[in-house]
């Protein structure tokens, strides 16, 4: 199987804030067709790779984007202003302009028609991740970069939700690099795996990462184990031989 | 009811320079509306004020050059507006690194102006305006330069919210913010110009956040808001010369208050509104 081109690359991405390092020599690429999921601890620079990535945050190395290249963005925070009156129609409509149909059709198709002429600032926080994601597919994006979507959503909303991403990409035919703290839901959907703390520490298909030793490393045997349990039962593509016990029998590619 | 109202009435039938005065000051005000609405979003209040603030600084050095004024302070916004731009908020808030630089050219435009002996019977006029001690070259400016900045905002107002709505989105998304940045410090700046004479120094920030004040809680999108600006502040100015008029009052001060007054009804009305809304 050949890989398509890919619709952005990071090469050798490096960020350092106040003299800390915060990136080391970062390189992604994401394809068309691909759902990658970030993975990585608290601080390890997930928000701020999706950032440089984006040019949002000054850094050294190379961003290639495929000629044209559509991009929708989800970001982690989104500060909603009560001086600014906005309904969730016209917001999205911001990003459409002249064009007829879109923003019911997105509305529609994250399942949040009914909130249409509410203002954004009155939105709960599951009801404005919702309205975020609607937002970023209204243009028709040809990539998604998603932040922590769904931080404020609850549980079976957010296991919906991250289906609704892999239709998504299916529908429009784009890429994905979503962001992620839960490791259980993200491992069900990503076609490839990129843990990231400073750099990248492992990378591949989720059943190969969670075997891999810097992932055990990073996030702990108990954590890894339980996770080979769950993309064992999961997993359709892989052909995974046993479910390890441990993590001492570690089975994926390893690196530096 | 009201003793000088005949006054006004024969005023304004005799005065054709009280007409273009007041259609002149509309104009800005309609102008200042919507500018102001995107200054209230973009928490920009300080920038306007220390932008006013150059301007009697612009005004002195226009003055001093033999350049007319209102490009002087046209000018010397812009530079100062770029400049303060630039601040970061590194070593000090980039709002008191603001506030520096906008005192600075409030104290030298003063300090410059005093020196000049035509124009210090007028001091007071470019502290706080006077819309009438206008000459007609100035009004017509007003007039047509409110009406070009109208033009501005409505061919710039979907770049213009894209960046108000969120800037890290309209940059990741490959959108061009500095076509809106640029374009909104220069439209501030040419207010300025457009409005030292009309309102002062001191008050020109009024005249931008007071019209959207008193539009928001009437408007559930953006444009109703910016649209319900323009109509309050073209409001402002007849109602301001109006009553300054009938109390012989200075013009440019009460253009603000007749603002001011808009501000308190509407405010009312939406509280007032909401209780019934509440207990109906």
């Known amino acids: 199987m050949t890989q398509p081109p890919p619709l952005i690359q990071a090469e050798d991405l490096s960020v350092t804030l106040a003299g800390a390092p915060i990136l080391d020599h970062v390189s992604v690429q994401v394809s068309r067709g691909e759902v990658v999921v970030l993975i990585g601890p608290n601080g390890s620079g997930k928000t701020t790779f999706l950032k440089a990535l984006l040019e949002l945050v000054p850094h050294r190395g190379r961003v290639a984007r495929a000629p044209g290249l559509k991009i929708g963005y989800v970001p982690q925070h989104f500060a909603r202003d009560h001086a600014l009156p906005l309904t969730v129609a016209r917001f999205l409509a911001i990003y459409a302009p002249n064009e007829k149909g879109v923003v019911a059709a997105a509305l529609a198709r994250i399942g949040i028609e009914e909130l249409a002429g509410k203002q954004v600032v009155t939105l709960s926080g599951g009801e404005l991740a919702r309205v975020l994601l609607a937002r970023a597919i209204v243009h028709r994006p040809d990539l998604l970069l998603l932040d922590e979507p769904f931080a404020g959503v609850d549980l079976a909303g957010e296991a919906t939700l991250y289906r609704l991403i ?7 035919n784009c890429g994905v690099l979503l962001v992620s703290h839960d490791l259980h839901v993200v491992m069900a959907q990503a076609s490839r795996v990129v843990c990231l703390n400073r750099h990248v520490c492992c990378e591949g298909a989720a059943g190969a990462v969670i075997r891999d030793p810097a992932f055990v490393q990073l996030f702990g045997p108990r954590i890894a184990s339980e996770l080979a349990l769950y993309v064992h039962h999961h997993d359709h593509v892989h052909e995974i031989g046993h479910v390890p016990e441990g993590a001492d029998h570690p089975h994926g590619p390893h690196h530096g | ?32 509306g919507p500018l102001g609405c995107f200054v209230l979003w973009r928490r920009m209040a300080y920038l306007g004020e220390s932008l006013a603030h150059m ?38 808030p980039s709002g008191t690194f603001i506030g520096l630089v906008g005192h600075v050219g409030l104290a030298l435009g003063f300090i410059l102006l005093s020196t000049m002996e035509t124009v210090r019977a007028d001091l007071m006029g470019y502290l706080f ?14 007039a047509v330069g409110g ?5 501005a905002l409505w061919l710039l107002w979907r770049p213009l919210l894209v960046v108000t709505v969120s800037r890290d989105i309209a940059i990741a998304e490959g959108r061009d913010t500095r076509l809106a940045d640029l374009a909104f410090l220069v439209l501030v700046a040419g207010l300025v110009a ?9 008050l020109i920030v009024a005249l931008l956040l007071i019209p959207p004040a008193a539009a928001r809680p009437l408007a559930k999108t953006p444009e109703a808001m910016a649209l319900l600006a323009a109509v309050l502040g073209a409001l402002s100015a007849p109602l301001g010369i109006a009553g300054a008029y009938v109390f012989d009052a200075p ?30």
Do not use: H, N
């Not at chain 2, 457009?194 to 001191?202: E, F, R």
């Open chain 2, 194 to 202: 457009l409005a030292l004479k009309v309102v002062g120094a001191l």
């Open chain 2, 1 to 32: 009811m009201c003793p000088k109202a005949p006054i006004i009435l024969t005023a304004l039938i005799m005065d054709s320079f009280l007409w273009r005065a007041i259609l002149g000051a509309a104009l800005l005000g309609a102008a200042a």
């Open chain 1, 166 to 172: 892999a239709e998504l990409r299916d529908e429009l």
């Open chain 2, 147 to 151: 009406a070009v900045m109208l033009a």
């Open chain 2, 129 to 142: 305006g006077d819309v009438l001690a206008l000459s007609p070259f100035d009004i017509y400016a007003v």
């Open chain 2, 55 to 92: 301007g009697l600084l612009g005004a002195a050095l226009g003055l001093l050059l033999g350049v007319a004024p209102i490009a002087g302070v046209a000018a010397v916004a812009i530079v100062a507006g770029l400049i303060m731009a630039r601040a970061t908020d590194r070593y000090i």
């Open chain 2, 251 to 280: 013009a440019g001060p009460a253009i603000v208050l007749a603002a001011a007054a808009l501000f308190v009804a509407t405010s009312a009305g939406a509280a007032v509104q909401q209780k019934i809304t509440r207990s109906g």
